[in-house]
């Protein structure tokens, strides 16, 4: 079991910048990529980016590439979500997740096996 936790969300303006925090639990060893989803109401979960916990390759949702940046720090078993320039249309709550063992969808989010509780994101324009 692994259980992940965020941190960080919170209302900001247009164009300011905002950095969310997951922190992972248990069996964190097993884990092969940890992804950032957002949702909000009536809409699907959405990808927005996702890191390899081995090796640090990182993939963005066309949405948010360039202004966001997905970073990990294995020793402390966090990632962050980096994200500038907000826009908003970024307004939702944010997810992190993880998978355990490879899999190459990481950009699908029922290829995910833990999930956190979400923290909210408002941007106020």
């Known amino acids: 079991q692994v259980q992940l936790a965020e941190s960080g969300g919170g209302l900001v303006q247009a164009g300011d910048s905002l950095k969310l925090s997951c922190a992972a639990s248990?069996?964190?060893?097993?884990?092969?990529?940890w992804g950032w989803f957002r949702q909000v109401p009536g809409k699907e979960r959405e990808f927005v980016a996702a890191?390899?916990?081995?090796?640090?390759?990182?993939y963005y949702a066309d949405s948010v590439e360039g202004r966001f940046t997905v970073s990990r720090d294995n020793a402390k078993n966090t990632i962050d979500l980096q994200m500038n320039s907000l826009k908003p249309e970024d307004t939702a709550i944010y997810y992190c997740?993880?998978?355990?063992?490879?899999?190459?969808?990481?950009?699908?989010?029922?290829?995910?096996?833990?999930w956190g509780q979400g923290t909210q994101v408002t941007v106020s324009s």
């Open positions: 997740a993880a998978r355990v063992g490879y899999h190459d969808g990481v950009y699908t989010r029922d290829n995910y096996d833990y």
């Open positions: 890191v390899l916990w081995s090796g640090g390759t990182t």
């Open positions: 248990g069996r964190t060893s097993s884990i092969y990529v």
